[in-house]
């Protein structure tokens, strides 16, 4: 990784950013990870406003749980990934979702930056007081499986799911 970069709340002010960001995943034909970070640009300050309830729990899907949002931006304030920070988990995120989602966008890969953006999301999951945090990748996706254990991910039991994909569960805990 070339330049210091943190994480940041989604903002207002970075509307053209986002939609570069967003229609960048578009044009890779790539589902856009975390799926939290996916919403349409149409109506930005719509999605500000479900990311900012989604963090209390207002206006999510019954099985959804609140879940905070953060940009990974460097000093120009231009957006390189995103993570969904999950407050807690359901069976279903205890087998194949984990507490936290993340992505880069894909011209920014290979870089590091999702190793810092996994370290930088763990920061904030001890300030929401998440001590063992669940961090889930699919058995192929060999990258992000580096990141993981990269942030101390310790591997814990497959979950195989019904269509047969495995997905490799790591948990990481905040005190060691």
Known sequence: MH?????????????NEYLAYYNEWKAAKET?????????????FAYIEKVR?????????ASWISNSMFWLVDHNETIIGAA??????????????????????????????????????LIQTKVLGIP????????????????????????????IEENGNVVKRFWIFQNE
């Open 3 to 15: 330049r210091p970069v943190r994480l940041i709340k989604p903002d207002p002010l970075l509307e």
């Open 132 to 159: 063992k945090v669940l961090v889930t990748c699919d058995s192929t996706n060999i990258a992000s499986e580096k990141v993981i254990r990269k942030n101390g991910g310790k591997e814990d039991e497959d979950f």
């Open 84 to 121: 969904s920070i999950r407050h807690r988990l359901t069976p279903p995120l205890l087998q194949t979702g984990g507490h936290i989602g993340y992505g880069i966008r894909p011209s920014q890969r290979q870089k590091g930056y999702a190793t810092e953006l996994l370290r930088l999301a």
């Open 53 to 61: 309830n989604a963090e209390k729990g207002i206006g999510i899907p």
């Open 32 to 44: 856009i990870i975390p799926q939290a970070s996916a919403t349409d640009p149409s109506n930005f």
